[in-house]
């Protein structure tokens, strides 16, 4: 039978933990294990500590986890396993994922359960509904009942990285703390360099952006947020 296993990441352990997790499961030489580029090289570097070969494939633009279409499109005799990782709280589509594991013999990894603590987790849920319903300088995250937002992700519209960088030169000028979650996809990183088109995890590296929504925020650092974010979008066109 294919297995469908889900596997809890621990960000100190990932890289280790997971290299063994698939020793275990008999991945290694000459074997390919699907993972993303958007996000962090532990998915990758694990796959590469267990002996296989990472592939990268696209991702869903609105979760900015694997794309099930993508991930079939890069499967091969040699696949053995897919790496889905949860990015920034949103999960990834296990359901399709773990379909085409069933269908095609692969070992699936999916994230854990979320680590931060219940009241945490509601805390950034409100933060985000409440910029997501205030926000027009930037476009919002996808809206999911299981988000965590570990991270509160938006897009800043205009034509690619130049525009997303000054975007957030201009918003902590005025005083709103905010980071750019992805500087290199991991298929553009030395080590793991591959000659791959990922239009979308690109797209995502040139365009989004991390806004702060921890429990410890007070409303008037929202408020504030919301309204630099508001102004400075209206200087920006969006791209044909």
């Known amino acids: 039978m294919p297995c469908h296993l ?8 990932a890289v280790m933990s997971t290299a063994r997790f698939l020793k275990s499961a008999g991945v290694g030489v000459g074997d390919e294990v699907v993972v993303p580029a958007y996000g962090d090289a532990e998915a990758a570097a694990a796959v590469v500590m267990a002996g296989a070969r990472p592939v990268f494939a696209d991702i869903d633009p609105g979760s900015y986890c694997l794309d099930p279409d993508a991930v079939a499109a890069v499967l091969t005799s040699r696949t053995t396993a897919v790496v889905a990782v949860a990015a920034f709280g949103h999960p990834p589509d296990l359901a399709r994922i773990g379909e085409l594991g069933r269908t095609h013999g692969l070992l699936v990894i999916g994230p854990g359960d979320a680590v931060a603590a ?3 987790v509601e805390q950034r849920r409100s933060h985000a509904a409440y910029l997501r319903d205030r926000l027009t300088g930037v476009r919002t995250p996808v809206p999911n009942p299981a988000h965590t937002y570990d991270r509160y992700v938006v897009r800043v519209p205009g034509n690619g990285r130049p525009d997303r960088d000054a975007f957030a030169q201009a918003l902590r000028r005025r005083g709103v703390g905010c980071e750019v979650p992805v500087t290199t996809p991991v298929h553009r990183m030395p080590a793991f360099r591959r000659d791959v088109r990922l239009p979308e995890t690109e797209r995502a590296a040139d365009e989004t ?3 702060p929504v921890h429990g410890s925020l007070r409303r ?8 630099s974010c508001n102004a400075l979008g209206g200087l920006l066109q969006p791209a044909l």
């Open 209 to 211: 952006l991390a806004l």
């Open 220 to 227: 008037r650092e929202l408020q504030r947020m919301v309204s």
């Open 118 to 120: 219940a009241d945490e």
């Open 6 to 13: 889900v596997f809890t990441y621990a960000p100190q352990h």
